[in-house]
């Protein structure tokens, strides 16, 4: 069965800075997807940014990336300039047989 | 094009009673996929629906269950309401519903208090 860790309940942040949320997975599957989405106090999930596995090239969306590493089974979130609004839990996600297998989440605090 | 949309927003019941949540997908998307989300167990995946059909369930108790009508809509029962049913229900669409590449949209979510 597949499992996603998130091994840090809480990070914290200067505003401006580069924070990187760290992920990994178990699967024996070769083709898959895996996704990070953030949800802020208001509750509403959103999809931040998602990478397929057969595609080498990291996933990049304005100042999210991902460092994917297939073979180690990692998938971390790099946020650069990070802002105020970035505040929220972020979740890591891997898709599998119709669902979503979720992390237990890292909180992401901003500092002014 | 209109989000995901959940009904109501907030509930509140008592123990015993049973409940309907309803979710309106994105237009043009055929699956729809429910899960809970309770601080001590995380998000846990309910069930998911295409073209009417429950296509995959979660590990969770027969009071749980869903349907999907032909406009793709969807709605989940929990019967018997029990103290550890409060969460958040989040209902989630996409696209094509294929099994590795979808990508999931969230609603707003229904938060159920059961007392």
């Not at chain 1, 946020?79 to 972020?90: E, R």
């Not at chain 1, 996600?93 to 669902?99: G, H």
């Not at chain 2, 995901?4 to 994105?26: A, D």
Request: with cysteine; hydrophobic share 30%; proline share 4%.
């Amino acid at each position: 069965a597949q499992t996603v860790t998130q091994s840090q309940p809480e990070m914290s942040v200067q505003e401006a800075e580069t924070v990187t949320l760290s992920c990994t997975y178990d699967t024996s599957e070769s083709d898959y997807y895996l996704f990070w989405y953030k949800q802020p106090p208001s509750r509403q999930m959103i999809l931040v940014i998602r990478q397929e596995a057969y595609k080498q090239q990291n996933a990049t969306e304005n100042r999210f990336s991902v460092n994917f590493q297939k073979a180690a089974k990692s998938f971390s979130l790099k946020i650069s300039d990070s802002q105020l609004g970035d505040a929220a839990m972020y979740f890591c996600a891997y898709r599998s047989n119709y669902q979503l297998i979720w992390g237990a989440g890292t909180k992401l605090i901003i500092k002014p | 094009k209109a989000g995901v949309t959940q009904t109501p927003r907030y509930l509140i019941k008592t123990r015993g009673q049973q409940v309907t949540l309803s979710c309106s997908p994105i237009s043009g998307h055929r699956s729809v996929s429910w899960y809970q989300q309770t601080p001590g167990q995380g998000l846990q995946f309910l069930f998911e629906y295409f073209s009417e059909t429950q296509r995959n369930k979660g590990n969770f108790p027969g009071r749980f269950s869903g349907r999907q009508f032909s406009n793709s809509r969807s709605e989940m029962n929990v019967s018997t309401l029990e103290l550890g049913d409060s969460a958040l229900y989040l209902c989630a669409s996409s696209p094509n519903g294929q099994g590795w590449a979808d990508t999931q949209y969230f609603g707003p979510g229904t938060r159920l208090t059961v007392l």
